[in-house]
């Protein structure tokens, strides 16, 4: 049999089930994903309280809570240090630090305290090529249903884009709400993906520009979608 820690835990991906789990956070115990039940979810992880980059996204993040809130979005952070810890980082973040025009910033959404690595684990948050006693900067975007969507890792030495993390979410929902894909780049308002013509004389109508469709070839083709409809159809009035 072998021991614990040669035990692999498979780590989860796309399409699977966001991993249960209970733990203690800033905001009190919380029951995952049961307790965010119709909302996505980006839960996201970070190597150390009271390191710079991990400040700067934190700072970052949480100037940008509301926004992700209007688009029916909770964030988690998560970090192998203890409650303790969490809540001094968090308060030193709020007194002391000024950054990029930030400050004064709560971070008012939970950090879970993970010192027995127990969460970070199932989640393959600890990756030993990296760091074997920290965390990995992880996120995961977990849809109203429970379902991972999507998964970005990046190394410790590297700050998260957050404006590439929103766009990811508006895409995902705008792909869900209106049964189309998204291209390189997409932002709302530019013209989305429709799926591929099922028989030959769909892709011939769109061919022949029959729809408000642009085909570049029979297997790619575009429409506009206007970004008022997307963000109508997203963002909490
Ligand atoms: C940082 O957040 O600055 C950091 C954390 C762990 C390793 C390297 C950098």
Known sequence: MESTDTQITPMPRIGDKAPEFKAVTTQGEINFPADYKGSWVILFSHPADFTPVCTSEFMTFASQEEKFAKANCKLVGLSVDGLYSHIAWLRTIKEKIEYKGMKDVEVKFPLIEDITMDVAKKYG???PGESNTKAVRAVFFIDPKGIIRAIIYYPLSLGRNFDELYRALVAMQTADEFSVATPADWQPGDD???PTAG???VAKDRMENKSDMTCHDWFFCTKPL????????????
């Open 226 to 237: 206007p970004k008022e409809k997307v963000l109508d159809k997203i963002l909490k009035k």
């Open 199 to 201: 028989s030959c004389g």
């Open 192 to 194: 989305v993906i429709v």
């Open 125 to 127: 948050m600890i990756q």
